[in-house]
């Protein structure tokens, strides 16, 4: 077993809807989760970054973390266009130097 | 600022070149890392440097080295390089007292 699982889609949705996107892990060590968004041919971009359970708010999105059930959550409100892209889980032990363990990527597409 | 920035981005090698990949980052971050991303396998970590004059392995260091040169850059040396190593390759960069990693445009490479 993958120490992080996640759907690769596609997932596709209509403008305006909401979006759930999630990740399981098994490593209960992890105790910082990061969503990153990343368009086709370009790098990874920091979208929330969260420590241990509880949720976080930035404009439309919120982030969920069940250190309990080992599942986070990404929630994209108010699905625009331009929210098509792959969107990676990652997770880390330590606050500090550690690596990051990522998920695959979901590859979301919003329809017009 | 520039952020991380990553030459070259576009490299084709014959099996057995060698060829460095050059990362520098103007956040005067003290950590920095190399990934590289496949499809179907996700981000995974190569090396890592926590800080200047440290260097460790990641989850998948053979056939690479690295050299911290100093603050600012990170290089990544495929000595001789294989076919298995064509990937898409990251830099990202951090504090290093918060994992919150920022990541380049990426270095795609083909051996052949």
């Known amino acids: 077993q993958k120490e992080v699982e996640q759907d690769p889609g596609p997932l596709s949705v209509p403008e305006g809807a909401i979006v759930s996107l999630n990740c399981t892990y098994s490593n209960s060590a992890f105790q910082y989760f990061m969503w990153y968004r990343q368009y086709s041919r370009k790098g990874p971009e920091l979208l929330m970054y969260?420590?241990?359970?509880g949720n976080k708010e930035d404009g439309r999105f919120t982030a969920q973390v069940d250190k309990s059930s080992k599942y986070i959550s990404l929630f994209i409100r108010d699905s625009q266009p331009s929210d098509s892209a792959t969107y990676l889980c990652a997770m880390a032990p330590g606050g500090g130097a550690d690596g990051l363990t990522f998920g695959k990527g979901t590859h979301l597409i919003i329809q017009p | 600022n520039a952020g991380v920035t990553q030459t070259p981005k576009f490299q084709v090698l014959k099996t057995g070149q060698s060829m460095t990949l050059q990362c520098a980052q103007d956040m005067n971050h003290n950590s920095m890392y190399w990934y590289r991303q496949d499809p179907g396998m996700g981000l995974r970590l190569i090396y890592y440097?926590?800080?200047?004059?440290?260097?460790d392995k990641g989850e998948v260091p053979n056939g690479y080295n690295v050299s911290r040169l100093n603050k600012r850059e990170f290089s990544l040396r495929l000595e001789s390089a294989a076919p298995s190593q064509t990937s898409v390759y990251f830099c990202?960069?951090?504090?290093?007292?918060?994992?919150?990693?920022?990541f380049g445009p990426g270095t795609r490479l083909t051996v052949l």
């Open positions: 990202a960069s951090s504090s290093g007292l918060v994992n919150e990693q920022f």
């Open positions: 440097s926590a800080s200047e004059g440290t260097t």
């Open positions: 969260t420590y241990s359970s």
